[in-house]
Every structure is written in structure tokens, then in C-alpha cells.
């Protein structure tokens, strides 16, 4: 089945214990994406990706870090966790061929406390 | 700098009524726009997207519109079924150097009383 995998799907942690959130998609996809949705903000682009070693910053970076060593991975890097980063966070993925259709993950809801 | 935008926030309708979803973006160079449904505290599942080129994209009671030129695109659902309750997203993709520039709109949150 074609799908976007995210793990974990539920996290909380403490201010400044690094952490990271894992994406993989097995549609072979060479668009990956980071997303957060808060309440009254929707959804904002956190990183994206073109392909293995291209990433670049969407609306809202700080505080994320983001690596494609491999095409179906993309994980997401919080170094030093804070509040202000507790959120509901998606991954997408997308092929590079004529649609560009969006596949998204089911989301990791992160508490940072 | 893309701006989505979409109006209503929020509509109630009774079941059978049709559902009009309106969708605006401020940069008319968009690859394509597509449509999601949003469930509370789920994820995002696709309904329509439309390429640039197109004008429209139908499946089953979901219609949606595009004029890119005037920069809005209208979802249309037709005979609302309180299932259909959901928050409804559009999402505008531009192609840039380094991958996908997505952008959401706020979403409609929609509620379909029986």
C-alpha cells in the first residue's frame, strides 16, 4: 500500500531533550515536506526537500533541523525542544512527474512541557 | 509571498443543502491546487486537485473550480450528508528551485446537521 509513515505518533518531552521525528514513504517520491498545524495558524511549511541532499527552508525553520541521506526518509530535528514547539506535525511526500499530488502522513501530535 | 485565504471559516448547513467552499490566493504562477478534507485531530485526506491548465476536476458529489487568472478556485458539494462534516482545506503548489512551495488556507470547518 502506498503510504507516508510517521513516527512517533504521539510525543511529549521536556524543554531542550533532543528529539527527532521519523517520515518514510515507499512511493518513491522524490518531493518530502515538514508541516506544523496550531490552532488559528493552520498548516505552515517547516522544510522541503527536491531529493537526496537538497532541502530548503519553508515559512517557519527556526528551531528545526532536516536531512535526506536517503529518498524515502526525511526526519524531522529538534535539537532543543521549547514550548513554543509543541504542535501537530505532518509530512508529506510527492512525485516529481506531472501532477505533483500531495500524500500526507497521519501526523505526530508533540507536547513539549 | 503566496496568501491563501478561505471564506467562510466556519458554515452550518442542513443535510441535502449544497455546499459552496471558497478558496483565494494572491499569486496567479501556481503549478496547481488541491482540495482536502480534515477530521478532528486527524490527518489530511486528498479530495480533487486541479492543474493550472484545467478548469475543473469532478468526482462523485465533489466539484471543484478553478480560475487562476482571478486567483480563487470554488468547492462544490452536492446534497450534504452529515458525514461530509469536516474541516475543508486548499492548498496551492509553486515549483521552486530546491522542491514544492505548498501553501494551506485557514480551511472551512463545516458542519452538516441531520
Known amino acids: 500500500e502506498a503510504q507516508v509513515t510517521q513516527n512517533p505518533r504521539y510525543l511529549i518531552t521536556v524543554t531542550g531533550k533532543k528529539l527527532t521525528v521519523t517520515c518514510s514513504q515507499n512511493m518513491n517520491h522524490e518531493y518530502m515536506s515538514w508541516y506544523r498545524q496550531d490552532p488559528g495558524l493552520g498548516l505552515r511549511q517547516i522544510y522541503y526537500s527536491m531529493n537526496v541532499e537538497v532541502t530548503d527552508k519553508g515559512d517557519v525553520p527556526e528551531g528545526y533541523k532536516v536531512s535526506r541521506k536517503e529518498k524515502r526518509n526525511f526526519p524531522l530535528i529538534l535539537e532543543s525542544p521549547s514550548p513554543n514547539q509543541t504542535s501537530l506535525y505532518f509530512c508529506?511526500?510527492?512525485?516529481?512527474?506531472?501532477?505533483?499530488?500531495?500524500?500526507f502522513g497521519p501526523g505526530t501530535r508533540l507536547t513539549v512541557t | 509571498k503566496q496568501e491563501v485565504t478561505q471564506i467562510p471559516a466556519a458554515l452550518s448547513v442542513p443535510e441535502g443543502e449544497n455546499l459552496v467552499l471558497n478558496c483565494s490566493f494572491t499569486?496567479?504562477?501556481?503549478?496547481?491546487l488541491q482540495w482536502f478534507r480534515q477530521d478532528p485531530g486527524k490527518g489530511l485526506t486528498s479530495l480533487l486537485l486541479?492543474?493550472?491548465?484545467?478548469r475543473e476536476q469532478t468526482s462523485g458529489r465533489l466539484n471543484a473550480s478553478l480560475d487562476k487568472s482571478s486567483g480563487r478556485s470554488t468547492l462544490y458539494i452536492a446534497a450534504s450528508q452529515p458525514g461530509d462534516s469536516a474541516t475543508y482545506l486548499c492548498a496551492v503548489l509553486m515549483i521552486k528551485a530546491a522542491g514544492n512551495k505548498l501553501t494551506f488556507g485557514g480551511g472551512t470547518r463545516v458542519l452538516v446537521k441531520p
Open positions: 508529506a511526500s510527492s512525485s516529481g512527474e506531472v501532477s505533483y499530488e500531495q500524500y
Open positions: 486541479i492543474q493550472s491548465s484545467q
Open positions: 499569486d496567479s504562477a501556481i503549478y496547481n
